[in-house]
């Protein structure tokens, strides 16, 4: 064998062993971002959960929000006063959020859920490239509800 095939072969070799490995850090970097942003909605779901419970201690006996999550990945927090609600609704296979109002509240959000660099985490942004952690998110969101911006 020559110079050159000996070359070709390590060259071809090396490209092929680089496409391997960018193959599988795609499949891992998927299933890093699945297991990631379903621990980030349950995450969000547990803090709105949580704000409700806390607010309506507040309220003494007059329980104002009222939390409902037996639709899955759909989430709603009403108003008992107004009727006025919040609906969170997540997407596992898009890594999105989406947060809009229902019964007169004027209130959207569209969330995407992205790896961040080293993909040990999620990062939530909205379209104007707002980033969000879910704490803040779900103040944003109660604090729509509630009308207190």
């Not at 050159?4 to 998927?30: G, L, P, T, Y």
């Not at 990945?73 to 006025?84: A, C, G, Q, V, Y």
């Not at 985490?121 to 980033?131: D, I």
């Amino acid at each position: 064998m020559s110079e050159w095939s000996k070359d070709a072969a390590r060259k071809f070799n090396e490209q092929q062993e680089i496409k391997r490995h960018n193959a599988a850090k795609i499949v891992q970097d998927k299933q890093s971002l699945d297991d990631l942003s379903v621990y980030t909605w349950d995450l969000l779901t547990a803090t709105l959960l949580s704000k409700c419970a806390e607010f309506n201690t507040e309220q003494g006996n007059n329980t104002v929000l009222v939390f409902d999550k037996t639709l899955g990945n759909t989430l709603r927090i009403s108003r008992k006063d107004n009727t006025e609600t919040l609906i969170v609704e997540f997407d596992s296979s898009l890594h999105t959020i989406k947060l809009s109002g229902e019964n007169g509240l004027a209130y959207q959000q569209d969330i995407n859920m992205k790896l961040n660099w080293n993909s040990t985490q999620v990062s939530l942004s909205n379209k104007s490239g707002h980033s969000f952690l879910p704490e803040d998110l779900a103040n944003e969101a109660l604090g729509a509800l509630l009308h207190i911006h």
